[in-house]
């Protein structure tokens, strides 16, 4: 990647995780990018609303936004608009999504409103939730989550 500190990579390994997982702490010695406690960035004066949308040429994308409910969950730190962003795992998945909707709905020549996603086996309820949760931030309703 020409921009490694602000290409987010492995953002599935991270889902639904503590920030104290002995999986994320081990992963993070590797990666470019930052990831930090949820708990650090709480005096961040962001909005907390995860399901704002912004439309681009491309895909709807949801807007950074930081929970500050969420106490133990790692964030991402990048670089956007030449502000430092958080973005939680659940964000990057719903913008992922939202790309996969939009390219859906462009096939399609239809509305997408429903989803059934899969997951790999090894995930855990807590990671399944995210999950589910990244779907309705990225305007899905899921009627399941499968292996």
């Known amino acids: 990647s020409l921009n490694p500190r602000n290409t987010i990579f492995e953002s599935k390994r991270i ?3 503590k920030y104290d997982d002995p999986t994320i702490q081990n992963d993070i010695e590797r990666y470019p990018f930052r990831v930090l406690p949820s708990k650090i960035t709480n005096n961040n004066k962001q909005s907390t609303d995860t399901t704002t949308t912004t439309t681009s040429s ?8 930081v929970e500050v409910a969420a106490a133990d969950k790692p964030v991402f ?4 608009k030449h ?8 964000q990057i998945a719903a913008m992922i999504l939202s790309t996969l909707k939009a390219d859906a709905e462009a096939y399609l020549h239809a509305k ?8 790999p ?3 855990t309820d ?3 939730t995210a999950t589910k949760d990244a779907g309705t931030i990225a305007g899905l309703h899921v009627l399941r989550v499968i292996n």
């Open 15 to 17: 889902i639904g995780r």
């Open 58 to 65: 491309t895909a709807t994308t949801p807007e950074p936004a």
């Open 77 to 80: 730190e990048v670089s956007y």
């Open 83 to 90: 502000e430092q962003t958080m973005y939680y795992p659940e």
């Open 112 to 119: 997408v409103t429903n989803a059934v996603i899969t997951v």
């Open 121 to 123: 086996a090894y995930f």
């Open 126 to 128: 807590s990671q399944r």
